[in-house]
């Protein structure tokens, strides 16, 4: 199945400065891909380019099978919602959501399902969008991009102002539209929710891809902690595929990359006291390919 | 163009522009009627009557219709109008993009050309009603107030016509520096300011005479509505010239507006 939204080697300057170096992306129907990053790493130019509201210097730019910034019929089955959407404050809520339900040419088919979902009532509807809260506002742009039921869902950082209830109706709603067979491309700073909704994760530094895949082939790639509690604190302690990170008497901290098998057969033959290996969240796997000690 | 774009600017411009229409047509009413009821004038007139009755006839001035139309020339009419057709320019592009509602409107299937297409659709009425409302203004006041002279209402309503011309003419550069900046504010500040520059240019040239050629560069040059309503005299040549100064800007703020990025909001 072709994906619904892809860059193939697509590169973004602003003047001097490079805000997409030759990126690769792509979401497919059925799919919830997050698209990680620091700030200013340009999860929202990329985002932008898709939508067709930037035109790419290079690259292949494919939004629902053509060219959004000169086709923009095919933005019919498009759902987006920008990092900080304007609504327009003196109509009240439910005439918002009718003025662009009319713009997408498309019935809000799904409103009541998504107004259900992220527990926006007949009363908010009816009320002036200038009365309307951070998390009332962030609620009614995610609603103007699902209500149409679109193919394929853009939304940057979603979560934005959303309590906790209100985050797990809009987690449910996301899957509930993957499982129905939309493409979702999802991008958020908080990592756990990534880690819960996310089938894929692509990852963005200084406009360059450093990473992409499943959750858990990302955290694959990236270290495991294991720590080794042996009897005779004297002892040199090596195993494959580790580096020592630290050392206190008998107990030892490593960090392993790669298979699991070589490093399991040597610590049988270590007879340690005591053993631990922890996977590396994402947040761990965010910090190593974005922290300071970051290549 | 898009039905609900344009249904959704008219009802932006539901209160607004009410009010701009009395207070431009309060303009012209007020301007008639202190005309007619100045002691000062009346004498004035009297007295020309008396004495240079025929000759005003012969060379066809009227000092209503000359008064008339100094109203249309006047800041306030400009002021009430250009608020209307220089702030719906300015808030078009760089005011939709700066609140970031430009781009949930343009991630839909609406093209740059008809977002653009639509605005047209409401500031082009928009500007002829608020010229018209000067012209009404004038009319109901010398219905109301009787005064000396006279003035042919198809002749007002032609000036009202001209007037709106000159207010899309604003309008025009206004949408120019709104499809270049990314905020409002900068847009407004450049439209006022070269508007400002050119209504005095065109006052403040005519004094030098190197250089009072320059004056006809201005919109403001083209728009004289003093011999049509004084003798009838449609001015074909200035409303040409005034339509095209209209229509420079909005073709190339359109060109602009289509060719940019949009990453702002």
């Known amino acids: 199945m072709p994906p619904a939204a892809q860059l193939r080697g697509v590169s973004k300057r602003f003047g001097s400065f490079v805000a997409l170096d030759a990126i690769d992306l792509a979401v497919s129907p059925g799919e919830i891909r997050g698209f990680l990053g620091p700030n200013g790493a340009g999860k929202t130019t990329a985002m932008r380019i898709l939508v067709g509201l930037l035109r790419a210097d ?19 089955e498009l759902g987006f919602l920008p990092s900080d959407p304007g609504l327009y404050g003196r109509m009240r809520g439910r005439d918002l959501l009718d003025h662009f339900a009319a713009l997408s040419e498309r019935p809000p088919v799904l409103r009541e399902a998504a107004c259900a979902h992220l527990r926006m009532t007949d009363e908010d509807l009816a009320r002036p969008v200038r009365t309307y809260s951070k998390g009332m506002r962030q609620k009614l742009g995610v609603l103007q991009a699902v209500q149409h039921d679109p193919a394929l869902l853009i939304l940057d950082e979603p979560g934005e102002g959303l309590d906790p209830l ?20 999802f991008s958020s700073h ?21 990473g992409a895949g499943t959750i858990g082939e990302i955290a694959q790639r990236r270290s495991r902690q294991v720590v080794v509690e042996v009897a005779d604190p004297v002892a040199a302690i090596e195993l494959p595929g580790c580096e020592l990170v630290d050392r206190a008497g008998g107990r030892a901290t490593f960090s392993h990359y790669g298979e699991l098998g070589p490093l399991l057969t040597a610590l049988a033959a270590l007879a340690p006291r005591d053993v631990r290996i922890q996977e590396a969240s994402l947040d761990e796997v965010f910090m190593e390919y974005y922290g300071e000690a970051a290549p | 163009m898009s039905g609900p774009l344009i249904r959704r600017l008219i009802a932006e411009q ?19 009627a ?58 078009a592009i760089s005011g939709e993009l700066e609140a970031g509602s430009l781009a949930l409107a343009l991630a839909r299937p609406l093209s740059r050309g008809r977002w653009f297409a639509s605005h047209l659709a409401v500031l082009v009425p928009g500007c002829l009603l608020l010229g018209e409302a000067y012209a009404l203004g004038c009319l109901l006041a010398i219905g109301v107030t009787d005064p000396m002279g006279e003035i042919a209402p198809w002749t007002m309503l032609v000036a009202g016509a001209q007037g709106g011309l000159l207010l899309l003419a604003l309008g025009g550069l206004g949408f120019l520096f709104s499809a270049f900046a990314s905020e409002r504010g900068r847009a407004l500040a450049w439209s006022v300011g070269v508007i400002v520059v050119l209504y005095a240019a065109s006052f403040l040239l005519p004094l030098w005479k190197p250089i009072a050629g320059l004056a006809q560069a201005t919109p403001f040059a083209f728009f004289d509505p003093a011999p049509l309503l004084q003798r009838g005299e449609v001015a074909w040549g200035d409303i040409a010239v005034l339509a095209l100064y209209a ?18 909001g």
Do not use: K, Y
């Open chain 1, 58 to 76: 290079g690259g292949e730019v494919s939004l629902l099978g053509g060219d959004p910034w000169s086709r923009p019929q095919v933005r019919t």
């Open chain 2, 14 to 32: 539901r209160v607004r522009m009410p009010l701009e229409f009395l207070l431009i047509g309060a303009w012209g009413f007020l301007l008639v």
């Open chain 2, 247 to 264: 229509l420079a800007p909005l073709s190339a703020a359109a060109v602009r507006f289509a060719r940019r990025d949009l990453a702002g």
């Open chain 2, 34 to 91: 202190v005309f007619a009821t100045s002691e000062v004038f009346t004498a004035q007139l009297e007295a020309q009557a008396n004495e240079f009755g025929d000759l005003l006839d012969l060379v066809g001035i009227d000092p209503l219709a000359q008064w008339a139309s100094v109203g249309f020339e006047h800041p306030i009419f400009l002021l009430g109008g250009g608020l209307f057709s220089v702030g719906l320019a300015v808030r």
């Open chain 1, 166 to 185: 209100v985050m797990s109706g809009l987690l449910a709603l996301l899957r509930d539209r993957r499982d129905a067979g939309r493409a979702i491309l």
């Open chain 1, 190 to 210: 908080v990592l756990a929710e990534v880690e819960a909704l996310c089938d894929t994760v692509t990852m963005i530094r200084d406009g360059a891809i450093v």
